[in-house]
């Protein structure tokens, strides 16, 4: 008799103690208690009552999800190929449990196929120049559809766009036109500028003409100071060089 006494005192004792668990910080105990929820406990150490209680943890940091490369068709009937990454966390650990099965393989296939059905709504130049409110629409659409899971989706990046070659090809060949377009214009702009300059340089020279002889003489000088070399002056210049400085010396008189 005092065996069986010891006995069943040693099965109260495991069932005690294998009904203590602890529970983390980042997690969140689901307790049905013969098949009925209770509702959710922790963290720290919590009590689950041996056969009559189930418990089921639930993770509630944020976890990074990738979203498999998948081949879509844009809205310009161009086939590309796009990887992406999506960020979400529990935010009701009851409704994860009971609301669907499985939660994490639901926010897998929900966010490929609203990847695929939003991404098909643009033109690829859309696509490209939009990427930041494509991510962000996305996004969106996920955390409609996951919400009555007790999920909530933080953020969904498109990390990879993958481009048919000849369509890399057809991109690169525009870029370089656009590059030269751009460059020919900027050469335009400074010619247009540069004979405005020379305009007015010429409109000045054409009321002063003294201002010739003395830029000549300017450049002359420049190109004894670079290179030693002799310079012949014709006769004619030498008059024309004459005559600039009498009128110099006649204006200083003048003033």
Do not use: C
Not at 141 to 161: F, L, Y
Not at 200 to 209: M, R
Request: no cysteine; hydrophobic share 45%; aromatic share 6%.
């Amino acid at each position: 008799m005092t065996t069986i006494l010891l006995y069943l005192l040693g099965v109260v004792v495991l069932l005690l103690i294998g009904g203590i668990k602890v529970i983390n910080e980042y997690q969140r105990a689901v307790i049905f208690r013969l098949g009925r929820l209770v509702g959710a406990r922790g963290p720290g150490l919590i009590y689950v009552i041996p056969i009559f209680e189930r418990m089921v943890r639930v993770e509630l940091r944020t976890i990074t999800m990738n979203i498999p490369s998948q081949k879509i068709i844009t809205k310009d009937n161009v086939s590309i190929d796009i990887a992406a990454v999506a960020y979400y966390h529990v935010v009701d650990a009851r409704k994860s449990v009971v609301a669907i099965e499985n939660v994490h393989d639901a926010v897998n296939q929900i966010s490929q196929t609203t990847v695929r059905n939003v991404v098909g709504q643009f033109m690829l130049d859309q696509f490209l120049s939009q990427t930041v409110d494509i991510n962000e629409k996305i996004k969106n659409v996920i955390d409609v559809h996951t919400e009555p899971w007790g999920i909530q989706v933080t953020a969904v990046e498109i990390k990879d766009v993958i481009l048919p070659d000849n369509m890399q090809r057809a991109m690169a060949k525009e870029a370089e036109a656009e590059r030269e377009r751009r460059a020919k214009i900027v050469a335009a702009e400074g010619e247009f500028q540069a004979s405005e300059k020379l305009g007015q340089a010429a409109d000045i020279i054409a009321n002063h003409p003294v201002a010739l002889q003395l830029r000549t003489l300017q450049t002359m000088a420049e190109i004894a100071t670079e290179k030693n070399s002799t310079i012949i002056f014709p006769a004619q210049f030498m008059t024309t060089v004459k005559e600039a400085l009498d009128t110099l010396q006649q204006d200083r008189k003048n003033n």
